[in-house]
C-alpha cells in the first residue's frame, strides 16, 4: 500500500546543532509539503514542492530548507536548531487540484 | 479576516448528539478537506469535496460552492469522535492549502 513516513517521530537536539527530518511518500505525489503545528497558530506552512528540483518558501521558513531530488522525498533541514524551533513538524503529500492529501505522522522536535 | 472559517472553535456534547462544525472561506479553491486530528495524534483527511455531499459511516459532509460554505455533521456522537476537526481549502490559484483554526470537539459520555 502507498504511504506517507516521517522520521524521526521524536527528536531531542541542541541549540545550533543541524536536524534533518525526512518524509518519504510513495503516492508519487508532485506537491509535498511542511508544516509547524504550534498551540495558538494551527498549521503553518514552512516550504512546499510542486515536483522534483521545484521548492518554494511558507509563511515561516527563516532558518529551514528543503530540497526534491526525486519525487519520493522532501527532507526539511534546521540549519542551526533554536528553541523556537520546537514543535511538531508534518509533512504532507496530495496530488494536484482535487487530489487526495495525505499526511505523515508527525515528527515531535525538542530544541533545549 | 482569515481565508478560511470555521465555527464553533470549542463544542462540547453528549454521547449520542447531533453535530455540526461549520466552514466558511473567501478565496477560490478547487476542493475542501475536512481534517481530524485526535489528540497527540497524526492528521487524517477524512473527506476531499469539490461539490455535493459525501457520506462515510456517521460522518456527513457538504459543500455549497456558490455560498463558500462547508459543513461536517456527525450523526449519533460518540467519545472516540472527541478530535479536533479542521477545514482545509486548496487554493484554486497556488494549489496550496488554506486551514480554518480548528474546532475541538469533546463528547462525554
Known amino acids: 500500500d502507498a504511504e506517507i513516513t516521517q522520521s524521526p517521530r521524536h527528536k531531542i537536539t541542541e541549540t545550533g546543532r543541524q536536524v534533518t527530518l525526512a518524509c518519504h511518500q510513495t503516492w508519487n505525489h508532485n506537491n509535498m509539503f511542511w508544516y509547524r503545528q504550534d498551540l495558538g497558530h494551527g498549521l503553518r506552512l514552512i516550504h512546499y514542492?510542486?515536483?522534483?528540483?521545484?521548492?518554494n518558501k511558507g509563511e515561516v521558513s527563516d532558518g529551514y530548507s528543503v530540497s526534491r531530488s526525486n519525487t519520493e522525498d522532501l527532507p526539511l533541514t534546521l540549519e542551526s536548531a533554536a528553541s523556537s524551533q520546537t514543535s511538531v513538524y508534518f509533512c504532507?503529500?496530495?496530488?494536484?487540484?482535487?487530489?487526495?492529501?495525505?499526511f505523515g505522522e508527525g515528527s515531535r522536535l525538542t530544541v533545549l | 479576516k482569515n481565508e478560511v472559517e470555521q465555527s464553533p472553535q470549542n463544542l462540547t456534547a453528549q454521547e449520542g448528539e447531533f453535530i455540526t462544525i461549520n466552514c466558511s472561506y473567501s478565496?477560490?479553491?478547487?476542493?475542501l478537506h475536512w481534517l481530524q486530528q485526535h489528540p497527540g495524534g497524526g492528521i487524517v483527511s477524512l473527506f476531499m469535496?469539490?461539490?455535493g455531499k459525501k457520506k462515510h459511516g456517521r460522518l456527513i459532509a457538504t459543500i455549497n460552492i456558490q455560498e463558500k460554505h462547508s459543513s461536517l455533521h456527525i450523526t449519533a456522537s460518540h467519545p472516540r469522535d472527541s478530535a479536533v476537526y479542521i477545514c482545509?481549502?486548496?487554493?484554486?490559484?497556488?494549489?496550496?492549502?488554506?486551514f480554518g483554526t480548528g474546532t475541538r470537539l469533546q463528547v462525554f459520555p
Open positions: 514542492s510542486y515536483g522534483v528540483h521545484d521548492t
Open positions: 504532507a503529500s496530495k496530488d494536484g487540484g482535487i487530489g487526495e492529501l495525505f
Open positions: 482545509a481549502v486548496v487554493s484554486y490559484n497556488t494549489d496550496k492549502l488554506i
Open positions: 469535496l469539490s461539490s
Open positions: 478565496v477560490g479553491i478547487s476542493a
